[in-house]
């Protein structure tokens, strides 16, 4: 039953995801409206004197004009998303391939194409119908006039287009529209996630039962679960399941991605079940998972420092993205198990914690820029930031990658003036690390 009713849950999501959603519903809308102009009889004589005197004595022989219109709209429509094509082109070589995808699906540009669209429908219907029926000239003149109006709209979502596309690949934008989903998802979760049944356990209990795997029937990205839906599996057969992955892992076929602890081994129907309660789904979603936006916020900095682009502003205005993230993942873990009413672990899945998350994100930026003082001095003040909201366990991990930031910063900075630039910075500010007055002697000559 949960995988029939998942199947139209899915594609459903997967619509309202997708580029067309917009699009679709706005094209049906004027559809409609095209629908109620040419097909609902209304006659002049029931329509108020002042709409009877704009109307005009031959609606029939304006075709010229909205020919004219639909072909003004095209070009419109094609010059407007070769524009996009130019312009993501230029985001996927600056930033990150990664971003274009969501910036082509950004909403904005979904209700524009859907309202170029609905207006082509529109024009298209009233020019398949030209025939106007005997007192019927004003209905079909304030049919006219609208799709006039659309037209002149449309225009003006032109003028509007053209604006937040040119805004929409500065770095400044790119990064606050990382940083606000990426914050939006943690938050999401976060509310999910709350209750006596969601836990963080250091440990996964064990039954002492045997475990029993399930395989994957398909290859993808496994970006969510539906958990509170594996936990009443879990319980009809009064087992625990463990996630044998993290959310957002590339799975293949056949591959053993979860185990059932429990007594008996599961039916096939029942594994159907919990691969149905499973979310796949292309590409790196930040909705479904925050630590895709933290990821990109990173390979945006990386393209940044990159030979080609040598743009080290952009590297750090993302480090201080990623700060303000990690300080925030400080101060809230995601949970990784999930209990029934009665108080027993029915599922647990895999979460990264602080260390590998400050380890992927911070030393890729920091090995990229080794050679810019300005990046280590970056990826310094944001471990000192970080000190101020750490427990003990977490300042360890924080100390030891400022030590090597401080021995990075030792090897590029060879000159006597740049050396005395960096040792005036080390200890700069409030923090809670144990940071050197000086540079060390530097290595390798």
Same mark, same amino acid.
């Given at each position: 039953?949960?995988?029939?009713?998942?199947?139209?849950?899915?594609?459903?999501?997967?619509?309202?995801?997708?580029?067309? &959603?917009?699009?679709?519903? +706005?094209? #049906?809308?004027?559809?409609?409206? %095209?629908?109620?102009?040419?097909?609902?009889?209304?006659?002049?004589?029931? +329509?108020p004197t002042q709409l009877t005197m704009l109307g005009l004595q031959a609606p029939e022989n304006t075709r010229a004009l909205l020919a004219a219109l639909l072909g003004g709209m095209i070009s419109l429509m094609v010059f407007s998303f070769s524009m996009v094509?130019?312009?993501?082109?230029?985001? @996927?070589?600056?930033?990150?391939?990664?971003?274009? !995808?969501?910036?082509?699906?950004?909403?904005?540009?979904?209700?524009?194409?859907?309202? &170029?669209?609905?207006?082509?429908?529109?024009?298209?219907?009233?020019?398949?119908?030209?025939?106007?029926?005997? @007192?019927?000239?004003?209905?079909? %003149?304030?049919?006219?006039?609208?799709?006039?109006? #659309?037209?002149?709209?449309?225009?003006? *979502?032109?003028?509007?287009?053209?604006?937040?596309?040119?805004?929409?690949?500065?770095?400044?934008?790119?990064?606050?529209?990382?940083?606000?989903?990426?914050?939006?998802? #943690?938050?999401? +979760?976060?509310?999910?996630?709350?209750?006596?049944?969601?836990?963080?356990?250091?440990?996964?209990?064990?039954?002492?039962?045997?475990?029993?795997?399930?395989?994957?029937?398909?290859?993808? &990205?496994?970006?969510?679960?539906?958990?509170?839906?594996?936990?009443?599996?879990?319980?009809?057969?009064?087992?625990?399941?463990?996630?044998? !992955?993290?959310?957002?892992? &590339?799975?293949?076929?056949?591959?053993?991605?979860?185990?059932?602890?429990?007594?008996?081994?599961?039916?096939?129907?029942?594994?159907?079940?919990?691969?149905?309660?499973?979310?796949?789904?292309?590409?790196?979603?930040?909705?479904?998972?925050?630590?895709? @936006?933290?990821?990109? *916020? #990173?390979?945006?900095?990386?393209?940044? +420092?990159?030979?080609?682009?040598?743009?080290? @502003?952009?590297?750090?205005?993302?480090?201080?993205?990623?700060?303000?993230?990690?300080?925030?993942?400080?101060?809230?873990?995601?949970?990784? =198990?999930?209990?029934?009413?009665?108080?027993?672990?029915?599922?647990?899945?895999?979460?990264?914690?602080?260390?590998?998350?400050?380890?992927?994100?911070?030393?890729?930026?920091?090995?990229?820029?080794?050679?810019?003082?300005?990046?280590?001095?970056?990826?310094?003040?944001?471990?000192?930031?970080?000190?101020?909201? =750490?427990?003990?366990?977490?300042?360890?991990?924080?100390?030891?990658?400022?030590?090597?930031?401080?021995?990075?910063?030792?090897?590029?900075?060879?000159?006597? *003036?740049?050396?005395?630039?960096?040792?005036?910075?080390?200890?700069?500010?409030?923090?809670?690390?144990?940071?050197?007055?000086?540079?060390?002697?530097?290595?390798?000559?």
């Amino acid at each position: 039953m949960i995988r029939l009713l998942s199947w139209p849950v899915r594609l459903l999501k997967a619509f309202s995801q997708s580029i067309a &959603y917009l699009p679709t519903l +706005l094209a #049906m809308a004027y559809a409609l409206a %095209s629908l109620a102009a040419l097909l609902l009889p209304i006659s002049d004589d029931r +329509l108020p004197t002042q709409l009877t005197m704009l109307g005009l004595q031959a609606p029939e022989n304006t075709r010229a004009l909205l020919a004219a219109l639909l072909g003004g709209m095209i070009s419109l429509m094609v010059f407007s998303f070769s524009m996009v094509m130019s312009v993501l082109s230029q985001a @996927g070589g600056q930033f990150s391939h990664k971003l274009v !995808f969501g910036l082509i699906s950004e909403r904005p540009h979904q209700w524009v194409l859907g309202h &170029y669209l609905g207006t082509i429908l529109f024009i298209l219907m009233l020019l398949m119908v030209p025939d106007v029926a005997e @007192g019927q000239t004003t209905w079909r %003149s304030l049919a006219i006039y609208l799709a006039c109006a #659309m037209v002149i709209h449309c225009l003006a *979502l032109f003028v509007y287009f053209i604006h937040n596309a040119s805004q929409s690949i500065q770095i400044d934008a790119v990064a606050t529209d990382l940083h606000r989903t990426t914050l939006a998802s #943690m938050h999401a +979760l976060q509310r999910r996630q709350q209750g006596p049944e969601w836990r963080l356990l250091a440990v996964a209990p064990s039954t002492g039962q045997d475990r029993h795997p399930v395989a994957a029937r398909r290859a993808g &990205y496994l970006q969510n679960a539906d958990l509170p839906a594996l936990a009443e599996l879990a319980r009809r057969v009064d087992g625990v399941l463990h996630l044998h !992955f993290r959310f957002g892992d &590339y799975v293949m076929e056949g591959l053993p991605i979860l185990s059932l602890e429990a007594a008996t081994a599961p039916e096939a129907a029942w594994c159907d079940e919990v691969r149905a309660a499973l979310v796949y789904m292309e590409g790196e979603a930040i909705t479904e998972h925050h630590v895709f @936006g933290m990821t990109q *916020l #990173m390979e945006v900095a990386l393209k940044a +420092l990159s030979p080609g682009i040598n743009d080290p @502003g952009t590297a750090r205005l993302c480090l201080h993205r990623l700060t303000d993230l990690l300080r925030r993942r400080l101060e809230w873990q995601p949970c990784d =198990a999930l209990f029934d009413r009665d108080g027993h672990c029915r599922v647990t899945w895999r979460v990264e914690n602080f260390e590998s998350l400050l380890y992927r994100l911070f030393q890729p930026i920091l090995q990229h820029g080794r050679q810019e003082l300005s990046i280590g001095l970056g990826v310094l003040k944001a471990l000192k930031a970080l000190s101020l909201f =750490a427990e003990p366990r977490e300042l360890e991990i924080l100390q030891a990658h400022a030590d090597r930031v401080v021995e990075t910063l030792s090897q590029a900075a060879r000159h006597p *003036l740049d050396r005395r630039f960096v040792a005036a910075r080390l200890d700069d500010g409030l923090h809670r690390l144990r940071l050197p007055a000086a540079l060390p002697g530097r290595q390798g000559g």
